[in-house]
């Protein structure tokens, strides 16, 4: 049974880095495409970035485009989300998604197979 398990969130300071990692305990990773998003307190699950099966395509939000970037290592069945000048308004927890259908990057929210449970990232001021 596929499982994806994020890590890699905590509390930082405004202007600070972290990397995200999302792990595939189960399946061929270098299969599908895999996306991460975040949910704020009080609001709705928002995109941030995805990347295609291969590696070679990605699609970030413009939210935080030239801030996160996001990876893959099939070798290691773990897709990392860079973030870099972290903002108080980047809280939220994060989560990865797969679609076992998908190849390609997509923006789109919907059809996900699997989530994970989610990695808490708290930025202050």
């Known amino acids: 049974q596929v499982q994806l398990v994020e890590s890699g969130g905590g509390l930082v300071q405004a202007g600070d880095s972290l990397r995200l990692s999302c792990v595939d305990s189960?399946?061929?990773?270098?299969?599908?495409?895999v996306s991460w998003f975040r949910q704020a307190p009080g609001k709705e699950r928002e995109f941030v970035s995805s990347?295609?099966?291969?590696?070679?395509?990605?699609v970030t939000a413009e939210v935080v485009k030239g801030r996160f970037s996001i990876s893959r290592d099939n070798a290691k069945n773990t897709v990392y989300l860079q973030m870099s000048s972290l903002k108080p308004e980047d809280t939220a927890v994060y989560y990865c998604?797969?679609?076992?259908?998908?190849?390609?990057?997509?923006?789109?929210?919907?059809?996900?197979?699997?989530w994970g449970q989610g990695t808490q990232v708290t930025v202050s001021s």
């Open positions: 189960g399946r061929t990773f270098s299969s599908y495409a």
């Open positions: 990347i295609s099966a291969s590696g070679d395509n990605t």
């Open positions: 998604a797969a679609d076992f259908s998908a190849v390609v990057a997509s923006s789109k929210d919907w059809g996900f197979d699997v």
